[in-house]
């Protein structure tokens, strides 16, 4: 009933930047957290960042200082600003949201398909 949809992926040069949106749709009662995840090829799926509904930020060692996360509620959306990136950053990022579509209803995890993100000069 929730769909996530992720864009503002591509390729940059290392020291770069580049800025993640989720955009969260169909039936929702609500959402709570949300998070960005990323897998390097060959590598397990890693937390990178979470953001609770009030706004509590949660971040990785690996990319603490570079990457923020933030939301808006009003509009369903997910974005994680990425400074600073490094070729180790290189990766599919995925929007993941924990969310109801009724207040009768129980959460539910929902993900994205996924950007690819590379790091290379």
């Known amino acids: 009933q929730v769909q996530l949809v992720e864009s503002g992926g591509g390729l940059v040069q290392p020291g770069g930047s580049l800025r993640l949106s989720c955009a969260a749709s169909?039936?929702?009662?609500?959402?709570?957290?949300m998070r960005w995840y990323r897998q390097a090829p060959g590598k397990e799926r890693d937390l990178v960042a979470r953001?609770?509904?009030?706004?509590?930020?949660n971040y990785a060692d690996s990319v603490k200082g570079r990457f923020t996360i933030s939301r808006d509620n009003a509009k369903n959306m997910v974005y994680l600003q990425m400074d600073s990136l490094k070729p180790e950053d290189t990766a599919v990022y995925s929007c993941?949201?924990?969310?109801?579509?009724?207040?009768?209803?129980?959460?539910?995890?929902?993900w994205g398909q996924g950007t690819q993100v590379t790091v290379s000069s």
């Open positions: 169909g039936i929702i009662f609500s959402i709570n957290d």
């Open positions: 953001i609770t509904y009030g706004g509590s930020t």
């Open positions: 993941n949201a924990d969310a109801k579509s009724g207040s009768g209803l129980g959460w539910r995890s929902y």
